[in-house]
């Protein structure tokens, strides 16, 4: 998100294409979207890019939808900076989970160790995981998820 957002013809081309993916994902009720990495072009998103993408996020995610799964595998382990997805927080209305991993674009690096995803997962717009500080030690713990008696 945020690709050319400065260009006057183009700059809202890669968050119409988001909207759209996530439009269609709340449309067709799937149980939840999954986000593979790189979902800022640039390590350190502009201001713009941050609120045109929460509010995206605000728009799909929140609401009562019912969730139709559950995360079995520790979650403290697979989240360690919330210990629980968002939509079993008590305080949050979450009708669609997007669960993410960071890529190079938007990766945790610098003083703190803190990336925009950090700021979505804190958000609760985002359930964050696979969080790596140091590329020469990436450690991930599988996600383990029950969608009815499987």
Do not use: W
């Amino acid at each position: 998100l945020g690709y050319n957002e400065k260009d006057v013809i183009r700059g809202d081309d890669s968050f119409r294409t988001f909207e759209e993916i996530m439009r269609i994902a709340k449309a067709s009720k799937v149980d939840f979207v999954l986000l593979g990495g790189d979902t800022f072009h640039d390590n350190k998103p502009s201001r713009n890019t941050l609120l045109k993408t929460s509010q995206i996020f605000q728009k799909y995610c929140l609401g009562d939808d019912p969730i139709h799964f559950e995360v079995v595998s520790d979650q403290s382990i697979n989240f360690p900076d919330t210990a629980c997805v968002n939509y079993e927080d008590p305080n949050y209305n979450i009708g669609l989970p997007v669960f993410s991993i960071h890529g190079n674009h938007d990766d945790p690096t610098g003083v703190g160790g803190f990336s925009a995803m950090d700021i979505l997962d804190r958000c609760k717009f985002v359930n964050y995981f696979g969080k790596a500080s140091n590329v020469n030690d990436i450690k991930l713990y599988p996600i383990l998820i029950r969608k009815g008696s499987t």
